[in-house]
């Protein structure tokens, strides 16, 4: 089973503190993404990486940014909180090739920025 | 315009009955339409995917795909309290890597014994 882990599943941060948010994938994944899902609005993609190192802009990056140091761990960071930034924050893993439209998410890390 | 339309609901049906969840895109290029499930608290799954015109088949369920009229829909036989979630209809527009797709914002199906 494809298993996809989010460091933390509830995070309270203060205005300004910045934040780091870890996803972890055992499949050998390439391709990795960050999303945020608000109410009403759905899943917006922050950002995406489909290889170590590289990062592709999702529709809403201001404000955060990725790394991807190896294939199973991509890291979205937020530089400095803001209100505006609280959410429910799912990172997705999916394969390159025939299946790649199949993406598999973690659990969820729910941030509240006070 | 969103690209990816929904009705949010709630849609209530009764155990047993026929579901339908409908969604419309607004590129005319997009090839490929997904659907995800998502119980209350937890991620997001994908239940079925369709690239061609017509209907796709699985167990309970069936993705209709009508490019002409840019609509996708899902069909949930034997409705089951089980199936109580929300739909999340998902398309990946040309212009983008196959990877990158854009979500609407769901429907919520309840179904009642």
């Known amino acids: 089973d494809v298993k996809v882990t989010q460091s933390s599943r509830y995070l309270v941060k203060r205005t300004g503190e910045k934040v780091f948010l870890e996803c972890v994938q055992d499949m050998d994944h390439e391709n990795m993404f960050w999303y945020r899902q608000d109410p009403g609005l759905g899943l917006r993609l922050i950002y995406f990486?489909?290889?170590?190192?590289?990062?592709e802009k999702g529709d809403i990056p201001e404000g955060y940014s990725v790394s991807r140091e190896k294939k199973e761990r991509f890291s979205l960071i937020l530089e400095s909180a803001s209100t505006n930034q609280t959410s429910m924050y799912l990172c997705a893993s999916s394969p390159s090739g025939g299946k790649q439209e199949t993406q598999y998410f973690g659990p969820g890390t729910r941030l509240l920025v006070l | 315009q969103k690209e990816v339309e929904q009705n949010s609901g709630p849609l209530s049906v009764p155990e047993g009955a026929i579901a339908s969840l409908n969604c419309t895109y607004s590129?005319?290029?997009?090839?490929?339409f997904f659907w995800y499930r998502q119980y209350s608290g937890k991620s997001p799954e994908l239940i079925m995917f369709?690239?061609?015109?017509g209907d796709k088949e699985d167990g309970r369920f069936t993705a209709q795909l009508n490019k002409a009229s840019q609509y996708v829909s899902l069909l949930i036989r034997d409705s089951q309290p089980s199936d109580s979630a929300t739909y999340l209809c998902?398309?990946?527009?040309?212009?983008?890597?196959?990877?990158?797709?854009?979500f609407g914002s769901g429907t919520r199906l309840s179904i009642r014994p």
């Open positions: 990486s489909y290889d170590v190192k590289m990062k």
């Open positions: 369709i690239y061609s015109n």
């Open positions: 998902a398309v990946n527009p040309p212009g983008r890597s196959a990877s990158k797709i854009i």
């Open positions: 590129d005319r290029g997009s090839q490929s």
